[in-house]
């Protein structure tokens, strides 16, 4: 475990007017978590004077301090000069930062204004860190700067599009040189799909407490859980043959590869092509399988279909079936699924039709009911679940359902 | 404006580590707004001596601390105990507590262990909150408790189906009081899409500065920004006029709603109907729009059409308009929007037609060139633009603009 005394700082008026979720603490914990490093303290500033005060408290007390924010080409984007005030040193233009800014607007074609020339700004000793994803660099104070107590600041762009690659690409690599080699364990981290965090409590975290030298972690979110194994390799292989022993079904990936990827991948390595027919989840399974790069081998008709129309229409449906079972239920899934690989010729479809909420219920179906349809050169199998959410949880639990059904039978075909 | 000074410190271990999300600060931070009340800072420590370095810090530079978690029955639960040591008072058994504690139990028909006593601890002089929905209590420990400078505190349980109902049922009605009626500001909220930030800071920050009283903020993600007004009825408006003045064409809502919500409203209002024609956001389009209850009056046949064949086989895209234009081309993309209105028999289709990335691109067509088609009873119109981004972010962006040039189409049509 290491010693090295972390800590967040995010600055943003949204943040705290709830009007922006603060996810960058939730992330980053992760992220260092991944790395054996822990982060002590996480807080959020309005921007301002504010944020003058919380870097002179946190680089008193802290080795690492990483802020979020305030990078902006605005008036209120105050952290850069901050951070100087705080650390005594002087800043100047940044020549290499200026260019990229420059490019940054030509290759968008769009006019460069003043205010953008703020965010070539430095601190004298200080790194630029480049951002492919925005305009405003990031900047990494290294610990010799910070006077005494010495303290390294990262300050970093709010956008999670641009903070993410980021943090990947320049502070991890500086963190882990701050942090030296042997603090460092190693990570494996295991997802599963399907089963949850209780599953593991309940069976699994006795058994691997006996394991000396191991740490264990989960995260869990909707319809998945993450078990990270920390320790050495020995330790590592130990935990996971015992996790594999009893979780082996549901296991999805080792390599942090999320459901989607896994069943491209999959279709990919087996020449195998898929279709969707979705009602109650809207696109959003076809979505998630075209974040994929590279979907488009295995992927090539999706049917939103919405309507009980639209089903007959599009994939054929018949309107007996609809009449006679509804739109949700097992035989309308079913039909909907081989209409799918029929219509595209694809050699798996899926279908997805339910009741999202938060009308649409009844006593029989209520909200939350969802028929799935797995189509396949064995036949089609169907599946009834209830999963009552909120309409996005909802869709996003069936979507995750949606896919690990494609991801089952590729496995079970092959 | 309000003077009051509030502070919320959330307690425990796993939200540093990123395994369970803080969505604590985000949801009291949008409760406090709607009362016009602020949070000055929000602060994330682990269990243990952090809590009471943390309750000292914050009870004596602000007005309210909002205190979650570490009301536990487990050792590691001393949010209690700290804060009786930090405002220097005695702890009692509060017998009403202690009964509800009982009930608990007994309804649940579970037996109530030694450890859950210490749930029924009070400080002398605080009130105790009601827990219906667990068994920690909250505690309020009035102003006059924390000496000098006095500091209203609220400890508060962690999950959030018992914080909700203990925050509107105790909290809300004590901080009402506290601040008293006059500090009470109003907000209103303005959604843009399609225009940035930086036009609003080069366009109109200056303008609104001038205005007395308002206070100003900007909240601004892919594609879209919003402005937030506050300060009494009639600043705001005024805030509101010069600001419609010159970005009424961006406007999208007033009270909240997002684009997908604004374009079901309207396609319900009008009574017309959608479909889509997705090719490289792959099902995002229809997603987001099945995002929004009662969608399906309005929405009825998505079609991703990821392959030419799909093009062509679903939606009628010609061949030769394949192969003379390619399939990212606003002929194609017209094709499209005109095939997904014809086949599914809405009032209008929309389409889009890009290169996701990262592979694909040529020198006439790059990564991130991105075509649209709007279908509606005056015809079509098509679009070619560029956003060269990751992946997932040019699926965003290119779905904010595919739903925006329907809420457009809609006001122009109507």
Partial sequence: MTAMRIEILNTGTELLLGSTANTHGTWMGQELVKLGLRVQRQMTVPDGQAILDSLRETTSRSDVVLVTGGLGPTSDDITREALAEVLGVEMIEDEAALRSLREFFEKRNKPMVRANLKQAQNLVGADILPNNNGTAPGIYAPPRLGGDPKCAVFLLPGPPRELYPMFHDEVIPRLKALAGVDEIDNVRELKFVGVGESDFHDQLDDELAKIEGLEVGYCARLGEVDLRLIGSDAVIEQGRELTLAKFDEFLVS??????????????????????????????????????????????????????????????????????????VSQEVASEMAEGARRTSGSDYGISITGIAGPSGGTADKPVGTVCFGIAGPNGVKTFREMHPRSRRDFKQQASQRALDLVRRALKADH
């Fill in 254 to 327: 080792e390599d942090g590869a999320n459901l989607e990827t896994v069943v491209v991948r999959e279709l990919t390595r087996l020449g195998k092509t898929l279709s969707t027919a979705e009602s109650c989840t809207g696109g959003l399974v076809a979505s998630r399988i075209t974040d994929v790069s590279g979907a488009s081998s295995v992927f090539t008709h999706g049917f939103v279909t919405y309507s009980n129309e639209a089903k007959s229409q599009l994939i054929g449906v018949s309107g007996d079936t609809l009449v006679a079972h509804g739109a």
